[in-house]
């Protein structure tokens, strides 16, 4: 099997199809709300496993950790802090044994939870450590990339971006999640796209994006990707849309776009210059396998 080329050079020769949502995907195979997604790492591997592997029969280039809580900062909110490196390395391990060589896998990091000093009380130091820790375990389990995502501070991105940098990685792929404000799209601490994509850049990230943000629709998404390819200046954008804003039904919560629609408007985001197409909440290997066919050809 031939080894893969490094992600930028693929990237510099074809737009690549990234994977889907983990927490919705987990929640059908039993995940219990409040339950830690990250737990089942170590507790239901071969659930988190086969996550992964419907992704990649779907046709994603890019399988995404199960680690967006990884951070002992977060886990700790689970008890889980001691084993934040346990689980890191694990977690890379799961995605590589069904990634081998012919996807890469990406060592994912989300917020780590808290607030910033001086609104709230994390010290940028502590959240550095977290970061620094959370992206070392994930290289050391063979993560080939580090994506830093949902992130709604940029100094928080910055800190990730940066601590990811130290740890060794050698590329960093940072998205935020936006959402509609009165004065356009903006993440939830009032940063527009532009500014966003800058602090990113600046810290060290070689691909930029966006992904969630539960208000925006999928013709938001295509207004916000023009803004993203615009601000990044060269640098290749990567949009991980939901499934549509989520609705609720009864006790769930419920996306009602299609894989079609979602298959149509990544289509239409790689016409305006993103090179990374892939999905958050919501979307299932049906979204994956119909954006990979229709949108990008494979
Ligand atoms: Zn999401």
């Known amino acids: ?26 929640q059908q195979l039993g995940l219990r ?21 419907r992704y990649f029969d779907a046709g994603a280039d890019l399988l ?23 689980i890191n390395r694990a977690a890379v391990r ?30 940028p130091d502590a959240a550095a450590d ?34 990811a940098r130290e740890a060794g990685a050698r590329l960093v792929i940072a998205t935020y999640a936006f959402q509609h404000t009165p004065s356009g799209f903006r993440t939830m601490m009032g940063t527009d796209a532009p500014a ?7 810290a060290g990230a070689d691909i930029v994006g966006a992904n969630c943000g539960t208000q925006l629709s999928l013709d938001d998404y295509a207004t916000l990707c023009a803004r993203l390819v615009a601000a990044a200046n060269g640098a290749p954008v990567i949009v991980q849309p939901n499934a549509g804003s989520p609705e609720r039904d009864g006790d769930s919560i419920v996306y009602h776009t299609t894989p079609e629609a979602f298959a149509a408007a990544a289509a239409h985001y790689l016409a ?19 954006s990979a066919r229709g949108a990008l050809g494979k």
């Open 196 to 202: 966003a994509v800058r602090a990113a850049l600046e």
């Open 33 to 53: 709300p409040g339950e830690s997604c990250e737990r089942w790492v170590l507790d239901q591997p071969e659930k988190v496993r086969l996550v992964h592997r």
């Open 64 to 86: 995404t950790t199960n680690t967006f809580g990884g951070t002992a900062l977060a886990l700790a909110a689970h008890g889980l802090a001691e084993r934040a490196a346990d």
């Open 94 to 123: 799961l995605a590589r044994e069904v990634a081998g060589e012919r996807a890469w896998v990406l060592g994912d990091i989300g917020p780590f939870g808290g607030i910033l000093e001086p609104v709230g009380e994390t010290t």
């Open 130 to 163: 977290a970061f620094r820790a959370q992206a070392a375990a994930l290289l050391d389990g063979g993560a080939d990339a580090i994506l830093v995502e949902t992130m709604s501070d940029p100094a928080e991105a910055a800190l990730a971006i940066a601590a």
């Open 272 to 290: 305006l210059g993103a090179r990374i197409v892939g999905g958050c909440c919501g979307t299932t290997p049906a979204h994956i396998v119909a």
């Open 1 to 26: 099997m031939p080894r893969l080329k490094t992600l930028l050079e693929s990237l510099a020769a074809r737009p690549l199809q990234c994977d889907g949502a983990t927490g919705t995907q987990l």
